[in-house]
């Protein structure tokens, strides 16, 4: 017994001193430096047209939790740490593409710190057409294919994001597993970005989910390629500069 309960300790130093776990610790403490409040951003939503939305729109079968998009208190929370972290709520006003949009809190906070946005996304799911119009949020309607440039929007941005990335995925296996991009893909992707839509110092944010057994996006393949393309990598999320010989970093720099 003793022996098993020195393991399991063993294991959890371990965890606490992995890279991951200091990228952790620094995030929370860059974020404690600038708080922002969660509670006034949710003061000037209204929950109850959400609610109403969803009610008109409600989940398709097999739905996961974690689609629960009329679920304010979580979505601005996770969309108030996504704004640390690049520094938005102290940041000049910026340009922002965000792609994969989906039901438009990244945007809406986004303008509420003097940012303005534009979101692009398929319009296949008819709540999000509703909340993105609460929100005032306009975006352009766009399906992202490999190998396949994105529309012409008419101009050039300071920032580009994509959040939980799942554009990637093409279709599942008969063992229920993704046939993803490879990184040919990711290449012809980042280019079309670079080249069309990025600001010569703009930048590209791309936050990945971790994989169904917990492990990272980035296999050793694909962090060797996202390191060929000058990616900035933490946890789950690849930052990219406009020009792939510069280093980019998570505060606007001008």
């Not at 080249?195 to 060797?224: H, V």
């Amino acid at each position: 017994m003793i022996a098993f309960w020195a393991v399991r300790l063993s294991q959890k130093f371990q965890k606490l001193f992995t890279r991951d776990a200091a990228e952790s610790l620094w995030e929370h403490a860059c974020r404690w430096t600038h708080p922002v409040s969660s509670r006034r951003i949710l003061d000037t939503i209204d929950r109850a047209e959400l609610v109403r939305l969803r009610e008109d729109y409600p989940y398709r079968p097999n739905a996961r939790k974690i689609n629960a998009y009329e679920d304010a208190d979580y979505w601005v929370g996770v969309n108030v740490k996504r704004i640390q972290d690049l520094w938005l709520d102290r940041s000049p006003s910026l340009h922002i593409l965000d792609l994969g949009c989906g039901p438009g809190y990244f945007l809406y906070l986004c303008r509420l710190f003097g940012h303005k946005g534009l979101g692009l996304d398929p319009d296949d799911e008819p709540f999000f057409r509703g909340t993105t119009k609460l929100f005032g949020v306009n975006r352009a309607v766009a399906r992202i294919n490999a190998q396949t440039p994105l529309p012409d929007l008419g101009k050039k941005f300071d920032l580009a994001t994509a959040h939980r990335v799942c554009f990637h995925r093409i279709a599942r296996t008969e063992s229920g597993e993704w046939v993803e991009w490879n990184p040919a893909d990711w290449e012809f992707f980042i280019n079309d970005i670079r080249t069309r839509f990025l600001k010569p110092n703009g930048r590209l944010l791309l936050e990945f989910n971790r994989r169904a057994d917990g492990a990272s996006f980035f296999t050793p393949e694909l962090r060797a390629f996202f390191k060929s393309q000058g990616a900035r990598i933490v946890r789950w999320k690849a930052l990219l500069a406009a020009d792939p010989s510069q280093r980019p970093q998570f505060k606007h720099v001008k």
